[in-house]
């Protein structure tokens, strides 16, 4: 198997529209969650979310008639992919059917399709949209990003719900790892907050009701009682390790362990006793050979759920041990982010790159009521240093999907 390293990033993001913002953000404990602005909210009894905040497609070269063209899920992934694509400057040295991109959303363009449903029905079939099914189905955002920098090898949206971008990482880690491809524009995006999507969840007893931005987001807290909705996008460009030497690009970090598993427990609810997460973590930790003597870093799925971190507590002290467990150095960034969905899952693994990179975590905000069910070290309120040697970034998806990303510093 080839190594396989990561050499770009970007970053669109509740916390901030560039890796530096988003990273500056998490370490600072900005907290990203506030009323919803998208829609009046009277009559919803979710009325917060975590909003991208002074977005302008301008600003990442799409023009007026290209956005009229994308759902705003794309836009976020093309601005993403260009932070990503440009900072690792992969496009020129690699051949086009060399070059892929899995890029992934849980949802896709539900906005678009909203708006056309509600055309059809108001003013008939004649005026729905000629672009409607190009801007609402979920791999538009890797086909836009392909299209754009000419990527004629591998294509693979992936859609597993709120692991979605982990997979997607994780399959493009394994792709270039058996030589399919020589780098992969890889990760996810999301635009849900809509008065449906919002209702949606609302009704199936997933998001926090919360009134106070900085009380509604708290994983592994005893007052947790949901997830707040977020939004945004994260590209990661993955590069086969010595080409990416050669060429002398930065790297940030290795990819070096990929766990794939289902619960096939419920549609919603995780299985209790975490055993399907935890297989996805030890997958990916065998594979990253990680030892008693490595520091580790999880960037937790912590949603806020009261069920999920219950039962991720319960994963990580079955893949690692009781002893082990209470060692690893935890954390959930969804506490600043809100739950990104599709998106999720990338944006971790970048924050987690970020982590090994320069021997920080980032803390879990808002968290000053332990649950004694979740008795693990979750980093409350603030970052702190560590001499980190190991991170693994876990998803939790609705289907029961699991995937988790190990990553080791570029300098090991």
């Known amino acids: 198997m080839k190594r396989v390293v990561i050499t770009g990033m970007g970053v669109i993001s509740p916390v901030g529209n560039s890796l530096k913002a988003f990273w500056d953000g998490l370490l600072a404990g900005v907290c ?6 998208r829609f009046d909210t009277e009559g919803f009894k979710a009325k917060l979310a975590a909003e991208v905040k002074d977005f302008n497609p301008a600003d990442f070269g799409m023009d007026v008639p290209t956005q009229r063209r994308m759902d705003k899920f794309t836009q976020y992934a093309v601005a993403a992919a260009k932070q990503a694509v440009e900072e690792s400057g992969i496009v020129g040295t690699v051949e086009p059917e060399r070059l892929g991109v899995y890029v992934g959303s849980g949802i896709g363009g539900m906005s678009t399709f909203v708006e056309q449903s509600n055309r059809l029905n108001e003013r008939g079939p004649s005026r729905v949209s000629a672009l409607f099914i190009p801007m609402m ?24 719900a709120c692991a979605t971008s982990t997979h997607a990482v994780g399959e493009a880690y394994r792709a270039i790892a058996h030589g399919y491809a020589d780098a992969i524009v890889a990760g996810g995006t999301e635009a849900t907050i809509t008065p449906l999507a919002v209702a949606g969840f609302t009704t199936c007893m997933a998001l926090s009701l919360e009134q106070d931005p900085l009380k509604a987001s708290l994983p592994f807290d005893a007052r947790r009682a949901g997830f707040v909705m977020g939004e945004g996008a994260g590209i990661l460009v993955l590069e086969e390790y010595e080409r990416a030497v050669k060429r002398g690009a930065h790297i940030y970090a ?40 490595d520091c580790l870093y999880i960037n937790a799925h912590g ?25 690893a150095i935890i954390s959930s960034t969804k506490s600043m982010t809100g739950h990104m969905l599709g998106a999720a899952g990338a944006v971790e693994l970048i924050a987690s790159a970020k982590a090994v990179e320069e021997g920080v975590v980032p803390p879990t905000i808002g968290l000053t009521e332990p649950d004694p069910e979740c008795d693990l070290d979750y980093t409350p309120l603030t970052a702190r240093r560590a001499n980190l040697t190991i991170a693994v970034s876990t998803s939790l998806g609705f289907g029961g999907h699991n995937g988790a990303v190990a990553l080791r510093p570029a300098k090991l």
Do not use: F, W
């Open 303 to 327: 949603t806020g759920t009261p069920l999920n971190d219950k039962s991720e507590t319960l994963a990580i002290k079955r893949a690692l041990g009781e002893e082990a467990a209470r060692r």
């Open 32 to 37: 990203g969650v506030g009323p919803i602005t």
């Open 137 to 160: 189905i979920s791999n538009m955002a890797a086909g836009t990003i392909a299209i754009q920098y000419n990527a004629q090898g591998p294509c693979l949206p992936t859609v597993t």
């Open 254 to 293: 290795e990819i070096c362990g990929y766990g794939n598993t289902c619960d096939a427990y419920h549609v919603t609810a995780p299985r209790p006793d975490g055993s399907g997460g935890a297989r996805a973590m030890e997958l990916a930790l065998r594979e990253a050979a990680l030892s008693g003597e």
